[in-house]
């Protein structure tokens, strides 16, 4: 796992051979974000295979998880995205303060965006995030 230290919170990256070892630790927090398209299961095997990578906060100097977030990237003709799928936990508020070490991590791995599946709420504390488009969709 790869280490980064927030202001209140550790942050830690869960490669894709390391999920396992972690994955009953955050599959009920994950499952908090599930719904009729994407549920725990879903994520268990799109983060086995690296499509996504998991994201996970924890108190300082303890293995007490407070949070996890999936991410994955989108490639358009002229841009690499980074884009939060789920996210759930506890202390958003902190979350929110570290987020730039998110931001940063996907500007190194080339990223010129990010992008958030979020509902209506995060445009409210998520201030420097423009609403870009929204997603309509229709269950057939």
């Known amino acids: 796992m790869i280490h980064l230290k927030g202001s209140t919170?550790?942050?830690?990256?869960?490669?894709k051979h390391e999920i396992n070892t972690i994955w009953n630790d955050?599959?009920?927090?994950?499952a908090k974000t599930n719904d009729d398209v994407?549920?725990?299961?879903?994520?268990?095997?799109y983060l086995k295979t690296g499509y996504y990578t998991l994201w996970i906060a924890t108190e300082?100097?303890?293995?007490?998880?407070?949070?996890?977030?999936?991410?994955?990237?989108?490639?358009y003709p002229k841009h690499k995205m980074c884009r939060v799928v789920t996210i759930a936990g506890e202390r958003m508020s902190d979350w929110i303060?570290?987020?730039y070490i998110l931001e940063d991590w996907?500007?190194?791995?080339?990223?010129?965006?990010?992008?958030?599946?979020?509902?209506?709420?995060?445009?409210?504390?998520l201030k420097e995030y423009k609403e870009d488009c929204i997603l309509l969709r229709k269950k057939l």
């Open 97 to 99: 303060e570290d987020l």
């Open 26 to 30: 955050v599959k009920d927090l994950i």
């Open 38 to 45: 994407l549920n725990e299961g879903d994520i268990l095997e």
């Open 60 to 75: 300082p100097n303890s293995d007490a998880i407070v949070g996890a977030m999936t991410i994955e990237y989108s490639y």
């Open 106 to 125: 996907a500007r190194a791995q080339g990223c010129a965006y990010m992008d958030m599946y979020a509902r209506k709420g995060w445009k409210k504390v």
């Open 9 to 15: 919170l550790d942050y830690y990256i869960v490669e």
